[in-house]
């Protein structure tokens, strides 16, 4: 079946402007996360949904950093005014349920590259 | 900010030899999961071991847990070239639904 789909793959972006990153979770999934990886790092959580509603949103960097899912599927993350610190890999990853011992399914991430 | 340290940082073995990696971490957790990443590619899901659980096996895979000393093990057995790969142990706080990961293990198996 389908995985966690994320596009663009590759996003490149000069220093100032604002982009958007998408996801699609695997259907039907009802938690969906964000991480941000650093070249070299572990990923490190940015932000978790429960279908629609943003339960957990101490990750994210800075108010610059937003991210949505209004129909509990697809989610974006948006990044206003980026800077060359925002430059990593994005990852979103999915799991079936809201309960704490499942894993989650991640997708190929998105590599943000600010110039 | 990262939970937890892995050990080796980079690890290279023959193809046929066992490979050790261990995870540190920091707080009371749910459960700690291991994980695998190609490069460029996102994370593959291998194994979960909760917290009242000592041991598991999948395949060649063997997991071992010890919350005395919040310390995690992943064993692969005669491993493979295709086995190339960066390891991250994730931790899941108790209370918690995301994942903290640790630093990784960069994995390099020599035909």
């Known amino acids: 079946g389908a995985g966690v789909s994320q596009s663009p793959r590759y996003k490149v972006a000069k220093r100032g402007q604002d982009v958007a990153l998408r996801c699609d979770p695997i259907s039907g999934h009802v938690s969906l996360f964000w991480y941000q990886q650093a070249l070299g790092q572990g990923p490190e959580f940015l932000t978790y949904f429960q279908n629609e509603a943003q339960l957990d949103k101490s990750g994210l960097p800075s108010d610059r950093f937003f991210a949505e899912r209004p129909e509990g599927s697809v989610s974006t993350l948006k990044i206003q005014r980026t800077q060359q610190e925002d430059s990593a890999v994005y990852l979103c990853?999915?799991?079936?349920?809201?309960?704490?011992?499942?894993?989650?399914?991640f997708g190929d991430g998105t590599r943000l590259s600010i110039l | 900010s990262q939970q937890g340290e892995e050990d080796p940082q980079a690890l290279s073995i023959q193809e046929g030899e066992n490979a050790t990696m261990n995870c540190s971490y920091k707080?009371?957790?749910?459960?700690l999961q291991w994980y695998r990443q190609n490069s460029g590619r996102g994370l593959v899901h291998l194994i979960l071991i909760r917290s009242n659980e000592r041991e598991k096996h999948s395949g060649r895979l063997r997991v071992t847990l010890d919350t005395s000393k919040k310390s995690s093990s992943l064993l692969i057995t005669a491993s493979r070239a295709a086995d190339t790969a960066s390891y991250f142990c994730?931790?899941?706080?108790?209370?918690?639904?995301?994942?903290?990961f640790g630093t990784g293990t960069r994995l390099t198996v020599i035909p």
């Open positions: 990853a999915s799991s079936p349920i809201a309960m704490s011992n499942q894993p989650q399914h």
């Open positions: 994730a931790t899941m706080e108790t209370g918690a639904n995301n994942l903290f």
């Open positions: 707080t009371s957790i749910n459960n």
